[in-house]
């Protein structure tokens, strides 16, 4: 049996390739957030700014984008070596299950360099 982090937020896997695929992604990247702001139609996710998270947000967002075709990412870089924002969007109702998708493998660990 599968918890319900083998599911997209929109979309059940039945393949179990890609539902670990995913917990593999998102409990990868999604432990490193520093912060989390609600959004117009979502939420914002903080994460100080590191070469390895960088790639870690961009494979993460090719694959949910593929996969959860409801959803709309943006990155935001601010300047100065600034933190990013990883923006999820979605419908309304949608909305909560974005933060407690993605919350449940919040630690605010330090990014490796």
């Known amino acids: 049996m599968y918890s319900s982090f083998h599911q997209s937020l929109v979309t059940q896997f039945p393949?179990?390739?890609l539902a670990l695929r995913r917990e593999m992604l998102v409990t990868s990247l999604f432990k490193y957030v520093a912060d989390i702001q609600e959004i117009e139609e979502g939420y914002a996710f903080k994460f100080?700014?590191?070469e390895l998270l960088i790639?870690?947000?961009a494979d993460y967002i090719v694959f949910e984008g593929q996969h959860s075709p409801k959803l709309t990412f943006t990155l935001v870089a601010e300047s100065n070596e600034?933190?990013?924002w990883l923006q999820v969007r979605g419908?309304?109702?949608e909305k909560e299950h974005i933060r407690a998708a993605y919350t449940t493998h919040q630690m605010c660990v330090s990014?490796?360099?």
């Open 48 to 50: 100080r700014r590191s």
């Open 111 to 113: 990014p490796p360099a």
């Open 91 to 93: 419908s309304e109702s």
């Open 55 to 57: 790639r870690r947000i």
């Open 15 to 17: 393949d179990p390739a």
């Open 82 to 84: 600034g933190p990013l």
